[in-house]
């Protein structure tokens, strides 16, 4: 998955120049993941809190950048909010409020893996984030 790598290694240098240090974090492929994903064309990450793995679906690979870098940021922001009574929540307004130059915001998207599929209402950041992210801006 050496896209979604790449993205996660950008990921953690703008989450430690926040004072969020994630370095322990990687990702893996997972078939649990692949089962969930062919079941719902919105899953494709899970983590398991307390433990610095994002577990991916292959079908993350396929997605657009703008998708693949708003997903492991959702997955990283659980990592430092934890558990509370609403986490999908907590999530959200975590990353809107420390990393507000994301533009991270919910979207539909058609992906093909294996076949067209439409994934409604999915994590993604803006274009000029992924350019920042690029070129050591942020
Ligand atoms: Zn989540």
Redesign the pocket.
Same mark, same amino acid.
């Given at each position: 998955m050496v896209k979604c790598e790449d993205w996660l290694k950008l990921l953690k240098r703008y989450m430690k120049s926040k004072g969020f240090p994630l370095n322990r974090v990687s990702l893996t492929h997972s078939r649990k993941a692949d089962k969930r994903n062919a079941n719902d064309p919105r899953g494709f990450c899970h983590v398991v809190l307390g433990r610095p793995t994002i577990h991916c679906a292959e079908a993350l690979e396929t997605l657009p950048d703008e998708f693949i870098v708003g997903i492991l940021l $959702?997955e990283l922001a $659980?990592m430092v909010v934890g558990e509370g009574e609403d986490?999908?929540l907590d999530?959200d307004e975590w990353v809107l409020e420390k990393c507000p130059e994301a533009g991270y915001h919910y979207a539909d998207i058609k992906y093909a893996s294996p076949k067209f599929r439409v994934a409604k209402n999915l994590e993604c950041v803006t274009k000029s984030f992924l350019k920042k992210l690029n070129t050591k801006v942020v």
């Amino acid at each position: 998955m050496v896209k979604c790598e790449d993205w996660l290694k950008l990921l953690k240098r703008y989450m430690k120049s926040k004072g969020f240090p994630l370095n322990r974090v990687s990702l893996t492929h997972s078939r649990k993941a692949d089962k969930r994903n062919a079941n719902d064309p919105r899953g494709f990450c899970h983590v398991v809190l307390g433990r610095p793995t994002i577990h991916c679906a292959e079908a993350l690979e396929t997605l657009p950048d703008e998708f693949i870098v708003g997903i492991l940021l $959702h997955e990283l922001a $659980h990592m430092v909010v934890g558990e509370g009574e609403d986490p999908e929540l907590d999530v959200d307004e975590w990353v809107l409020e420390k990393c507000p130059e994301a533009g991270y915001h919910y979207a539909d998207i058609k992906y093909a893996s294996p076949k067209f599929r439409v994934a409604k209402n999915l994590e993604c950041v803006t274009k000029s984030f992924l350019k920042k992210l690029n070129t050591k801006v942020v």
